[in-house]
């Protein structure tokens, strides 16, 4: 909506003029080093993999009130930051986070209003371009797929190909053309909220050259790409590549690829989920993810248990140890009710 664009940029101008003091309300296990407030992660861990800049540089080359977790490549500015540090799945709630640190009073109520056209909603665009996809089978895609060590039949909805998606590179800069594989973000009821693009090499043999070659467009918190029929059990995780890796062992479980590690701490399971596994790398924001998960969860009686690969991350697995060490692994990790309705015997 128009009016809450504009009170978000208005809420954001008004955080970066007070970038360290939200740095020491939201973070304060960090500490300023120069231009910089140093942290671990979006919770607050201490450490040194997220930075927030409390000023412009001279040269004007960032500015004030940016952050960006090295560790994970999550970024944005101090909205973004609050709505992960405060585990917030609504952006009427980041702002009113916002305005409550700011002592503002709330804005006044507007009527609703329909954009349509190029000002349409982020998911409305989001469908848009899903829509222009076609089915990977066959495409760069494909080949993308491939060089991760995963094979099909590739049958699922949340996956299309588009061969001429736009990119652009930032602000004032020109946008180019790249293969993409795009992914479908969902809500529980199924409707696309948002779509996930990896832009793909010319040839498909690897991501794009491009500095972000990963991006999602529309509403992703609590959301997450889905590969079969959620039920009462379901496995969660970050990256598409990652669960698909895990479909190939376990062809029968649901999952959810949630695309980050910040966004599989909030997902936001069905309601008829009574168990789930979280699919965890072996990194902080990995561990973060599943503690954070744990802690909203099983408040809400869902079992929550955890899935480790053998190295770092699962399609890493898959491509070093092949399908069947990965799956020998991630079987004595299943609770024995699992493996008798989703692994098949033998």
Known sequence: MAGI????????ERLTARAEQVCRHYLPQGRREG????VGDVAGTPGRSLFVRLS???AARGAAGKWIDAATGEHGDLL???????TLRRLREVLDEARSFLALPPPPPEPPVQFVGRHALPSARARRLFARGRPIAGTLAENYLASRGLAGPWDFAALRFHPNCWHWRGQDLPRDEWPALLAAITDNQGAITAVHRTWLARDGSDKAPLE???RAMGAVLGHAVRFGVMQDTMIAGEGIETMLSLHMALPAMPMAACTSANHLALFE???????LYVARDRDPAGVM????LTARLTCEGIEVLPLDPIEDDFNGD???HGIDKLKAALLPQLDPRDLESFVEPG
């Open 80 to 86: 973004d930051l609050i709505a992960a540090n405060r």
């Open 212 to 214: 972000t070659p990963r």
């Open 56 to 58: 412009a540089s001279p």
């Open 269 to 275: 399971p069905p309601s008829s989920l009574t168990r």
């Open 35 to 38: 231009r910089y407030w140093m």
């Open 289 to 292: 993810a599943f503690d954070s």
């Open 5 to 12: 664009s504009h009170e978000a940029r208005d809420l954001s």
């Open 318 to 320: 898959l491509m070093r």
